[in-house]
């Protein structure tokens, strides 16, 4: 695609333009945004400035203050913080994420261990993560912004970008737990290679002990069922953990669900936001205000009753 | 994928450089022109936290020193004129400038000028000048279109501008494609040739540098030709989806707005209709109503499966699988109610005016002979208390293109009839029509009557049966496409302009219908890509024309003509 560069041809103009005005004025445009004792003095020469230009601007009004300081980027207002905030936090969730990677594999190899350590380490970190995106989550809400100012504008879109990521997070997170669970509970299964609820009378074991040992456990069948006893006490805190994690995610979805944009509809379109900005930040306070308290949260996301929000009440 | 890869290609080229929080400032020509291929989430990824409007971004005082002002605009003077104010009022840290089109030096003076604290990083020009609503489909969304319909005399100025938008779009284009077209026009239109001549002018003279691409072995053809050289195809109803959609609601750079037609839930008052974005609407908007009416049916099945077995939620499993899916679950039942909704409505449009009544006596109008149960059947029609006033017009208009020489008495009967009958009615548009796009000033052999290969292939198609009645209509395109794969463009009738020559056939073909496209004809330009001829073509047009539209510019053209006094 063929553009052109009018830069080199602009700045020669400027140049040759600013060389035609006052030399006076070059010192006033250094001048940062001081605070206002400064502005009458300059204020002034400005003034005059425009009388004694050659060619009368088209614009009489007054440059005003903040011409002065646009040189360099200025400082941004303080909710600038709580968004790199959030997002240092999602940078952080995201390396983490890479780590528990990591850790799921080292935990789904054969090994001599009995895995307690690589346990831990995964639900370590899996715990980190799920703090990181809850509190960037509850972060995010303090980004609301009310009023159709310009500056409430680029708050929400802050949020919604901060939002997508987010959910973004949560949603590898959980691809991630599931195949690790998947194939975790494959090898289980594939190591004892049989129901581990097992016969007491030992179904493995010959004919010839069925018939010897009937009603006693043997040295094997003990420890074969406090294996599967301990397992059994693992399986249930896994699932435990799952249920957690699953509700806590849910949760955050929900409220991620308000802010993040529907790809593809009418409120992803660039010219639909132009216009409609001041609603749109009204009704994702409203509905943020409503999510918290909703009982049933997944009964409520399968009816989505209410626009693109799902809310029981 | 071309015209939308285009003009993602150059925005994306805006932003890349620019790091930090941005505001992208745009006109009321170029939210268009990003709207239809760029999302408000993607901007978002490239930290455009920001949109405004150049003229309203004029009214906040307040200071956004923390962000890069991004600004991509047409360059007009009201534009230039924005800017001179909004440079000599700084609010943002740093200026970037793109404009779609090339910029004058008196207009690079003036921004300079205005430029006393030296916030302007760059400025460029990025040639998305034209609105990419389909792949091979562009528009530039001209808003006093009727003006090409009046001769030069009666607002020169006004027609300047016209031909000028119109070979800006043009050239943007071919800017967009790096490459220097041959220009052909068709011989009995003025304005085609106007234009035609002005963009030579501009890529071969006044800006040949800029135009000076690598030569490949055979150049691209520019066509340029007049709608009224096929004043049916905009006429008549539509049956496959896009079609459809435009001509019975409406549809603007790829949105529809429901509002128009009933009341509906905030939420489903706009929807969007792209053919980038949404797979269903891409795999169904050239099919034809019948078929899209069981393909959405088959889409909400599918989605009520899915739908029950989200509340057949038992195990953990379940659970987990739902939270993973839902993303998916939520976007799929917006596309599906979007599609629902709009095939209900249509539906009920089709109901109330009567239209497959109607349409199929439209089709036998544009497609197949007999003047006389022509004549029968659209008095019958006339007759009919159901049928719009709208509709009635455009039987009249039909027949009165078809069979304006033969038999002027029963002509003059349906006009009268159509007066009585249609309070409303302008009298004499009839009669405009024929004057501006009557059997003397076309071209093309429009209902294949002249050209013995027309005849021969008209009897063929009607002795094998049509597929569908309501679809046999093929717009005159059609047969320009198919000569000129076949090399077969008569010079007399579509001239080169100037020294301009073509020897072979082209691979790459733009054409431009001076008055706009339609949805049918973009249809067939899409199908004929996908046929694998060796050629390639691209639609672009003025607007893009559903029958109120065309009638609205006919209209107007007429009531100026008619208060003109240098017009006869």
Redesign the interface.
């Known amino acids: 695609m063929a553009t052109r560069n009018r830069t080199i041809l602009f700045r020669k103009y400027r140049d040759a333009l600013k060389s035609v005005r006052v030399p006076a004025s070059s010192s006033t445009h250094l001048a940062t945004s001081k605070s206002s004792g400064g502005g009458p003095v300059i204020e002034l020469v400005s003034t005059s400035l425009l009388q004694n230009r050659s060619y009368a601007p088209l614009s009489t009004e007054d440059p005003g203050n903040s011409s002065k300081g646009a040189l360099t980027v200025g400082l941004p207002p303080a909710w600038v913080d709580v968004s790199e905030e959030i997002a240092a936090n999602v940078q952080r969730a995201r390396s983490k994420m890479t780590e528990l990677a990591k850790a799921h594999a080292k935990a789904l190899m054969p090994s001599f261990g009995d895995g307690k350590e690589d346990q831990r380490m995964i639900e370590a970190l899996t715990h980190e993560i799920t703090d990181l995106i809850r509190k960037s989550e509850k972060k995010l809400q303090r980004l609301s912004a009310a009023g159709p100012s310009e500056d409430s504008n680029v708050r929400k879109n802050v949020q919604r970008s901060l939002a997508t990521d987010l959910q973004n997070l949560s949603m590898e997170l959980r691809k991630k737990q599931s195949t690790y669970l998947k194939r975790l509970r494959q090898q289980k299964e594939g190591q004892d290679g049989v129901d581990l609820e097992m016969n007491l009378n030992g179904s493995r074991s010959s004919i010839d002990d069925e018939t010897l040992d009937d009603m006693v456990f043997t040295e094997r069948q003990m420890a074969k069922l406090k294996k599967s006893e301990a397992f059994t006490a693992e399986r249930e805190r896994e699932i435990q953990q799952v249920v957690e994690s699953v509700n806590e995610l849910a949760q955050i979805m929900k409220d991620l669900s308000v802010l993040v944009i529907d790809q593809g509809t009418i409120v992803d379109r660039i010219d639909y936001n132009i216009q409609n900005v001041a609603t749109t930040v009204e009704e994702g306070l409203k509905q943020l205000q409503k999510i918290h308290g909703s009982p049933n949260i997944i009964a409520s996301m399968v009816n989505p009753s209410e626009k693109n929000i799902a809310i029981s009440d | 994928m071309v015209l939308v890869s ?1 003009v993602r ?2 925005i994306n ?1 805006m932003l890349q450089d620019i790091s ?2 941005k ?1 992208l400032i ?1 006109d009321s020509q170029t ?2 022109i ?2 239809v291929v ?4 993607e ?3 490239k ?7 150049v003229d309203s971004i004029s009214k ?9 002002a991004v600004y991509f605009l047409r360059p007009t003077p009201e534009n230039i ?1 924005h800017l ?2 909004q440079l ?7 200026y970037h400038l793109f404009f779609s089109n ?2 004058k ?1 008196t207009q ?2 003036i ?17 998305a000048d034209f609105i990419a609503v389909d792949p091979y489909h562009f528009t530039l969304n001209i808003p006093s279109n009727h003006i090409y319909m009046l001769p030069a005399v009666v607002d020169p100025s006004g027609l300047q501008h016209f031909s000028d938008r119109v070979v800006d779009g043009i050239a943007a284009v071919f ?4 490459r220097r077209p041959v220009i052909r026009y068709q011989r009995t239109s003025d304005i085609a040739k106007r234009i035609a001549q002005e963009t030579a002018k501009l890529m071969y003279q006044q800006e040949s540098g ?1 135009f000076d ?1 690598r030569r490949t072995e055979v150049s691209p053809l520019l066509l340029i030709v007049d709608r009224r050289d096929d004043p049916v195809t905009p006429l008549l109803n539509q049956w496959t989806y896009q079609a459809m959609v435009h001509e019975l609601i409406g549809i603007q ?1 790829n ?1 529809v707005d429901l509002r128009s037609i009933g009341k509906f ?3 489903q008052e ?3 209709l ?1 053919s980038e ?2 797979a269903f609407f891409k795999a169904n908007m050239y099919e034809n109503f019948g078929d899209i009416g069981m393909n959405i049916k088959r889409m909400v099945d599918e989605f009520q499966q899915v ?1 029950k077995s ?2 057949n ?1 038992q195990t ?1 499993e379940d ?2 699988k ?3 899916n ?2 998916e679950y ?2 799929m ?3 599906v109610s979007k599609h629902v909704t709009l095939v209900t409505e249509m539906s009920k449009i089709v109901e109330e005016r009567k239209l497959m009544l109607v349409s199929e006596t439209e089709q036998e109008l544009a497609c197949n002979g007999g003047q006389v149960a022509a004549f029968e059947a659209v008095t019958n029609l006339l007759n009919n208390e159901s049928v719009s006033d709208i509709d009635r017009l455009r039987l009249v208009m039909l027949y009165a293109l078809r069979y304006e020489k033969e038999s002027p008495v029963q002509l003059m009967q349906l006009f009268n009839k159509l007066a009585s009958r249609s309070p409303k009615y302008k009298p004499g548009l009839v009669q405009f029509l024929l004057k501006q796009a009557g059997v003397d000033k076309r071209t093309g052999d429009l209902y294949g009557n002249r050209d013995l290969l027309n005849i021969a292939r008209n009897m063929a198609r009607g002795l094998k049966g049509v597929e569908n009645v309501y679809i046999q209509h093929q717009p005159l395109l059609f047969q320009t496409m198919e000569s000129i794969i076949k090399g077969r463009m008569r010079d007399v009738d579509y001239p080169f302009v100037g020294n301009h020559f073509q020897q072979g056939r082209p691979q790459d073909v733009v054409i431009f219908i001076v008055g706009g496209t339609t949805y049918e004809e973009s249809r067939s330009v899409a199908l004929q890509n996908a046929s694998n001829s060796g050629i390639r073509f691209i639609l672009g047009g003025s607007v893009v024309l559903n029958s109120k539209r065309f009638l609205k510019d006919l209209e107007e053209a007429q009531r100026i003509a008619r208060s003109s006094t240098s017009v006869v």
């Not at chain 2, 930290?47 to 409007?53: Q, R, T, Y």
């Not at chain 2, 906040?60 to 890069?68: I, R």
């Not at chain 2, 000599?88 to 740093?94: L, P, Q, S, V």
């Open positions: 285009a290609d150059y080229r930090g929080m505001v745009l939210v268009s990003v709207s760029y999302s408000q989430s901007l978002l990824q930290e455009v936290f920001l949109v405004e409007l906040s005082k307040e200071s956004m020193s923390h962000l890069k004129q001179r104010r000599a009022n700084t609010r943002f840290g740093e090339m910029l030096d690079i003076h921004l300079a000028d205005s430029d006393e604290n030296e916030v302007v990083q760059q400025v460029q020009e990025f040639y800017l967009a494609m790096k800029l691409f750079d949105k839930p905030k939420d706009e929807v969007v792209s974005q949404d739908g989200n509340q939620i953990i659970m987990a739902f939270i993973d839902y993303p939520r976007k039942h917006g596309n």
